[in-house]
Structures are given as structure tokens and as C-alpha cells.
């Protein structure tokens, strides 16, 4: 799904993720350009991300995860000692994050992530996103607008899609209530996947 410079305001429901930030880039030896390119970000943006003044958005955090080859999880400071295949409802939290609201639905530090999402009217729906992997996604409730390269698609409740995120891609949510989806998508475990990304490329309907 790339990464918009959002104008909010600094972090107050994802403490921890402006020291995560600048720990797991370091950890990938990434100095803060290089990391800002991969991601589709200004320097002085993901700056702002690091020390807390800016609030990043899902599709950042996943954008970002990819380019220091770990997941939204580890991002979120989140550890999950023994990996329990279960996830229980009352134990899924939810995250805010750039006007999106998720819920991690499957175990952390795995390859492939699974995630609900509710995705607001007007969020980010002129972004364009590419990246190296695969997703899935499943419409749950309201309608979602899928562009797919130059075609675009809606999909009702039951409706799923499965594409290569190679393909450029953008996900907006047809209708004033929004639209609620399970999400699954794969992450390349390397420091080194951030090279693949391609550009980033904010687009008008």
C-alpha cells in the first residue's frame, strides 16, 4: 500500500514508536537520508517521526517496516514471547494511526502479517503505493475502492483481492462510514529490502 507527510500532531497514542524508529534504522546501518529516500520521505519528516513531533500514519509504519527489513509489530515495540498461534478478541488492542484504525490479528515477528483495518472516508485515498511483496485483503463491511496499476475496482462485503504489491496500488474507502477489511500482507525480512521500493508517487483519482 507510499507515504504521505502527514501535518498531525506529535505522537501521543504510539509513544514508543519515535525511539523505535531511530533504533531499528540504525540497526539496518541506515543513515537518516538514505532511510528517508527508501521510504518515500523527506529527511526532515521522518525527523519529525523520530523525535515524536509527527504521528505516523499505518501505511507509513508499514512503508518503514519494509525499508528496515522488520515488521509493524517490532515497530510498535510489541514482543510476543512464545509466538502463540491464538489470538483472542479481547486481547487485539486497537491502534490509531494517520486517521486509520487496526488491530493486529495475527502473531508478531512472522513473515506474513494479518491485520483489521478500518480504513475512514478521505484517508490518504490519492496515494500510491509499490513495494516488493504480496497482500490480501477481504471486505468486511462499507465498500472499498481498489486501484490496481490503470484499473480500477470497487469491492462489497465478501469481495477480496490478492495482488502483487509490485503492481502500483492505492486503497480508498466509497462511502462517508468507511470500510472495514482484514488485511494480510508479506514482509521482506532484510535490512537490505528498503533497495527495492520503488518510488513513491502521489496521484489524483
Not at 30 to 47: C, D, I, K, Q, Y
Not at 103 to 131: C, E, K, T, Y
Not at 157 to 164: E, I, L, R, V
Amino acid at each position: 500500500m507510499s507515504l504521505p507527510e502527514e501535518s498531525s500532531g506529535p505522537v501521543e497514542d504510539l509513544p514508543v514508536v519515535a525511539p523505535q524508529l531511530r533504533a531499528l534504522r540504525r540497526r539496518a546501518s541506515l543513515t537518516l537520508e538514505a532511510a528517508a529516500r527508501s521510504a518515500g520521505l523527506s529527511p526532515a519528516h521522518l525527523s519529525r517521526l523520530e523525535t515524536g513531533q509527527r504521528q505516523p500514519s499505518l501505511p507509513m509504519l508499514l512503508g518503514l517496516a519494509r525499508v528496515y527489513g522488520t515488521t509493524v509489530s517490532e515497530l510498535l515495540g510489541e514482543t510476543v514471547a512464545d509466538r502463540d498461534a491464538i489470538v483472542r478478541a479481547a486481547d487485539m488492542e486497537p491502534t490509531a494511526a494517520g486517521g486509520w484504525s487496526y488491530w493486529q490479528a495475527g502473531a508478531s515477528g512472522r513473515g506474513m502479517q494479518a491485520l483489521r483495518v478500518h480504513v475512514p472516508h478521505g484517508a490518504q485515498g490519492d496515494i500510491v503505493r509499490v513495494h516488493p511483496g504480496e497482500e490480501w485483503l477481504y471486505v468486511l463491511k462499507g465498500r472499498l475502492r481498489l486501484r490496481l496499476g490503470d484499473t480500477a475496482h470497487v469491492l462489497a462485503p465478501g469481495d477480496s483481492a490478492h495482488f502483487d504489491s509490485l503492481t502500483p496500488h492505492r486503497l480508498a474507502a466509497d462511502g462517508r462510514d468507511g470500510t472495514d477489511l482484514l488485511f494480510v500482507h508479506t514482509l521482506l525480512q532484510s535490512p537490505t529490502a528498503g533497495l527495492c521500493i520503488g518510488p513513491t508517487t502521489g496521484v489524483t483519482p
